[in-house]
């Protein structure tokens, strides 16, 4: 399943501060342009597939986010941002115990074989071909694999008995079950099928299953 400290305020998007009003929506602007480097990926996106798909000047692209880059890095954060708070909100409202995590891992795999994240998750995908920089986002993978792990680590901590939770053995399942999830990303992005995620997830069900005791 990143925090922003490290963005450079050199590489803060520009923004115009006089002439005409833009004649666009920025978020709706924003959201086409994810959904392309999602499925492309930032090496294989030009300036003119982002002119087309928005449907925005090139000039306007420019003086509204500032470079390709400084675009990119804004996208990242901005879905960094929607991510983590869609897997918080899927946590809290889960329920505690064993039971909870199963939950979490359902509405993980639905989004995985029937939503936009059918292209994997941007910001793993973005690790791989980046290697885990971007200009103005720097660092972004290791934020994200911080964070994802803080999440994972209060949902594991919800299935261990009240009585008998242990520091060191509730670090590993934390680990294990990132582990696992962040493969399953993986696999989404690398084309498996429905069938196969479906029985990957079964596998990471059967894990948690042994938790229970």
């Known amino acids: 399943m990143c925090n922003s400290e490290g ?7 520009h923004r115009r501060s006089r002439g005409r009003p833009r004649l666009f929506d920025e978020e709706a602007a924003l959201d086409q342009l994810t959904a392309l480097f999602w499925e492309k990926g930032f090496s294989q996106t030009s300036m003119a597939d982002l002119v087309e798909v928005s449907g925005v000047h090139k000039s306007s692209l420019y003086s509204t986010f500032g470079s390709k880059d400084e675009l990119f890095a804004t996208i990242l954060r901005r879905y960094y941002e929607d991510r983590m708070s869609m897997f918080a909100s899927l946590i809290e409202t889960a329920g505690d115990g064993i039971d909870g995590i199963h939950t979490v891992l359902d509405l993980l795999l639905e989004d995985a074989v029937s939503g936009p994240s059918q292209h994997g998750c941007l910001l793993v995908n973005t690790s791989m071909e980046l290697k885990g920089s971007a200009p103005g986002f720097e660092d972004f993978a290791v934020s994200y694999r911080a964070t994802m792990r803080e999440l ?9 008995p009240e009585d008998g939770a242990e520091d060191l053995l509730t670090d590993q399942r934390t680990d294990l079950l990132q582990t696992f999830l ?8 690398g084309g498996a099928d429905e069938a196969e995620l479906r029985r990957l997830m079964d596998s990471i069900h059967a894990t948690v299953d042994t938790w229970r005791d």
């Open 7 to 13: 963005v450079s305020e050199t590489t803060t998007p």
């Open 152 to 160: 994972l680590g209060v949902l594991v901590a919800q299935g261990e």
């Open 182 to 189: 962040l493969g399953l990303i993986s696999a989404t992005r």
